[in-house]
């Protein structure tokens, strides 16, 4: 036995020594011959990356079909999840839409029947004369501007002056090519207003100051700053609802109105041709007082 493992040993030394020698070389060989190979014939390596792919191709396709399941069926969820969501929103948005088509009919109604009272009692044609402030006798006692505009232009004694913002006076003196307009601010000037948010009525009493008092309110009327102030159109001299300013100062129970009208800037104005039925038609020629007040 030990005779037969000498013996192997003896043949196995050399091919041992051949085998040091050369396999480096052996494996620089194969080294060589796998880049050349690499390089010469692309098309050979393409074709085997190609038929390891179709190979592998059924496998991947059949493991991926669970994870795309399940990556779906996230998906509805998910979709399913958004729809109930939006369902709700929906709901609520149709229950507020029923209570606002339900106030809607009702202001609808309301509308009618106020359109059917102003039919019967139709309110005259307001007209607006457009005039250029020619002249400004503002002083320390009266309030007035002059119009480019009197009589032969359908100007009459009376009749409310508005600007770019809001009313500012009346027509207080008209001859043929003039007018004379008492502004709100003078001391003579008294305009019937109400209060556009408690509609309580009161008369607005110039001063001569650039915020005019507004007095002869109810004892219960509720006033605070910042509430408009429009006309109320008492008298049947001026139209209704033209804004006049707001509440600026309630203090030792005085009122006083900021008006909306900007004095220093006042370049051209309307006057509103305000004519009622046998109230106007008496005034057959209205340039006679007011020339003789013009030229006073």
Known sequence: MALQQGSAWRLALPLKVIFQRFAFMMLICISIALLVLGKAD?????RVRTISTDALSPVLGTLSQPVDALNKGIERV??????????ERLRRENERLLRWQSVSRALDQEN????????????????????????????PFVRTLLLSAGSRDGIRVGQAVVGPLGLIGRVAGVGKNSARVLLLTDLNSRIPVILEK??????????????????????NAQ?????????????AMLPAGRPIGIVSSVADGQIRIQAFADWDRLEYVSVLRYDLPGLTDRATNPGDLGESQLSN
């Not at 998910?78 to 369902?87: D, K």
């Not at 106020?114 to 020619?134: C, G, K």
């Open 42 to 46: 692309l098309v050979l390596l393409e």
């Open 198 to 219: 408690s509609r309580h009525k009161g008369i607005l009493v110039g001063d001569n100051s650039t915020s005019p008092t507004l007095e002869y309110l109810p004892n």
């Open 112 to 139: 009618e029947q106020y359109r059917r009272l102003l039919n019967a009692l139709t309110d005259p044609l307001v007209l607006p004369i457009s005039a250029r402030v020619v002249g400004d006798s503002g002083g």
């Open 223 to 235: 006033v605070s700053p910042g509430d408009r102030v429009v006309t109320s159109g008492d008298g």
């Open 78 to 87: 998910q979709e399913l999840a958004s729809l109930v969501e939006e369902n």
